[in-house]
């Protein structure tokens, strides 16, 4: 029961069947606690699930006890990907703390040719530069990770490369590059079935159509993603949604503000 969890714990993530997974975790960790290589990548497998389902009490319990039992059993590959897991929690609160613990993962990863580990490495690398507005920076690791991604064929990091490079291109100025970018990133996630990168990408395409004053298609791909009709795409809205609406809410009065010669600043508008 280990051994099966263990393999559909990025099909869990993937795909966002997170609470399902949590569900397997739990119960396949409950029949024995003996330190074990294998308990310690079924440890590593749950905390990956919960951190990208919001549970952080259980990811922050089980991703240390992973590395823990990863040293202890001598297991490299539970101790990559624990690293992985750790890093990427850290990144939201020390980015720097992260960008070291995802080295070591990383370099780990190469030393015992796991390709994920390398891979998804890079992505996080690349998202402790992005979520500080570095982007210079990110663009060499989103080339690593373009090529990490080619060599496993993997459509699920390409879709991220594209994304990242997008918000590269887009401070730069470049917004119609940065849309080409957002439109292939989201062509892969609809191929894998991505609901979280595929949010993602329509909402910071959103937030670049509404800088570049189109405010319309901004309006009709937020109202997809929100409504998940049966014409929408299978992506979950999720915080960069919310912040691509407020913004879209703050654009619309602005220029209704201005269109009415006002020179006050809009009041707040409420958006759904």
């Known amino acids: 029961m280990l051994r099966m969890t263990i393999a559909l714990a990025l099909f869990y993530e ?51 006890a992973a590395l823990a039992m990863a040293e202890e059993t001598g297991d490299t590959w539970a101790t990559a990907r624990a690293l992985n897991t750790l890093g990427y929690a850290e990144l939201w609160f020390d980015p720097a703390m992260a960008r070291e613990t995802l080295q070591r993962s990383i370099a780990l990863g190469r030393e015992i040719d796991d390709p994920w580990a390398v891979a998804d490495g890079l992505k996080m ?77 329509v909402s ?20 997809a993603l929100n409504r998940k009709g049966a014409d929408a795409d299978e992506f979950d809205a999720d915080e960069p949604s919310a912040i691509a609406l407020a913004e879209l809410a703050l654009a619309q009065a602005t220029r209704a503000s201005r269109s009415n010669g006002s020179n006050r600043s809009p009041r707040p508008t409420r958006c759904s």
């Open 14 to 64: 993937l795909r966002g069947h997170l609470t399902n997974g949590q569900r397997w975790f739990a119960r396949a960790l409950a029949f024995d606690d003996a330190p074990s290589a294998l308990r310690a990548r079924a440890l590593w497998g749950s905390a990956h699930v919960a951190l990208y389902n919001y549970d952080y009490p259980t990811m922050l319990s089980h991703a240390p």
């Open 125 to 201: 690398l690349s998202v402790t530069w992005l979520t500080q507005h570095a982007a210079e920076p990110a663009l060499p690791v989103l080339e690593d990770l373009r090529v990490a991604a080619k060599v496993i064929q993997s459509r699920f990091f390409l879709a991220w490369v594209h994304t990242g490079i997008a918000t590269v291109i887009a401070v730069r100025g470049d917004l119609d590059g940065a849309r080409r970018e957002f439109e292939l990133a989201i062509e892969h996630c609809r191929a894998v079935g991505d609901p979280s990168t595929g949010s993602i990408a």
């Open 204 to 223: 910071w395409l959103a937030e670049t159509e509404i800088v570049a004053g189109d405010y319309e298609s901004a309006a009709r791909r937020l109202d």
